[in-house]
């Protein structure tokens, strides 16, 4: 069974531009949720994906948008970025069926704003 | 890796002695709950869950406890290893949604 791939590892980009992260779900799941994580922190919930469309969001901005693909792998892209999405961004899959389960994530993306 | 949590509450205790580690979630209406291990340049490792119809659910050296009444959930790990160094996040699931709320995590110190 595969586990869950993020890429790149590391990233480091300049305010304003423009980032795109990738994500592989488990083998078997149809669910990503992306979660930002600042240093020091606990994760915090970006967004979800499930069977290709938003499932639900947390409380960032529209400039934070995602994709889910019929693979259902997803990416995550940030618009005009800002120092303070330096952060992990964690990605996690689950199989989304009648009830919640658990989560399985990758090692996530580095992402440093200059 | 970059390294987590620099700046969390620690935990330190000897090899072999357990751990205690708690939580207190925010929202009554959660009704799910896991404990994640995250190593330094590592994603968030699943541990243990429990639902709100339990008050307590045991793994393979560990506990969880949750006490609903004052939104209070624990992690006991039993004969501690330095392998279990790391820091530990409770999470909470609100009921009706997939979304999960994250403490701000506890840093476990394993002492040889």
């Known amino acids: 069974e595969t586990g869950v791939t993020q890429s790149p590892t590391h990233l480091i980009k300049t305010r304003g531009q423009q980032v795109t992260l990738r994500c592989s779900s488990q083998?078997?799941?149809?669910?990503v949720s992306w979660y930002q994580q600042a240093l020091g922190q606990g994760p915090q919930f970006i967004f979800q994906?499930?069977?290709?469309?938003?499932?639900g969001r947390g409380n960032f901005p529209p400039r934070f948008s995602g994709l889910q693909f019929p693979n259902y792998s997803s990416e995550l892209n940030v618009n005009a970025l800002e120092l303070d999405d330096s952060a992990l961004y964690l990605c996690?899959?689950?199989?989304?069926?009648?009830?919640?389960?658990?989560?399985?994530f990758g090692p996530g993306t580095r992402l440093t704003v200059l | 890796g970059e390294s987590v949590g620099l700046h969390l509450p620690t935990l330190s205790v000897q090899e072999g002695d357990n751990s205690i580690i708690n939580c207190a979630y925010s929202n009554s209406a959660s009704d799910y709950f896991i404990w994640y291990k995250q190593e330094s340049g590592k994603g968030p490792q699943f541990i243990i869950d429990i639902r709100s119809n339990m008050d307590k659910r045991q793994g393979q050296r560990v506990t969880v406890l949750l006490n609903k009444t004052v939104k209070h959930l624990s992690l006991q790990i039993a004969a501690t290893q330095p392998g279990d160094s790391a820091v530990y996040f409770c999470a909470e699931n609100l009921s009706g949604t997939y979304k999960y709320i994250f403490g701000t995590g506890t840093r476990l110190k394993v002492l040889a």
């Open positions: 083998s078997g799941h149809n669910t």
């Open positions: 996690a899959s689950s199989f989304s069926g009648r009830t919640v389960d658990e989560q399985f």
């Open positions: 994906y499930y069977r290709e469309e938003e499932n």
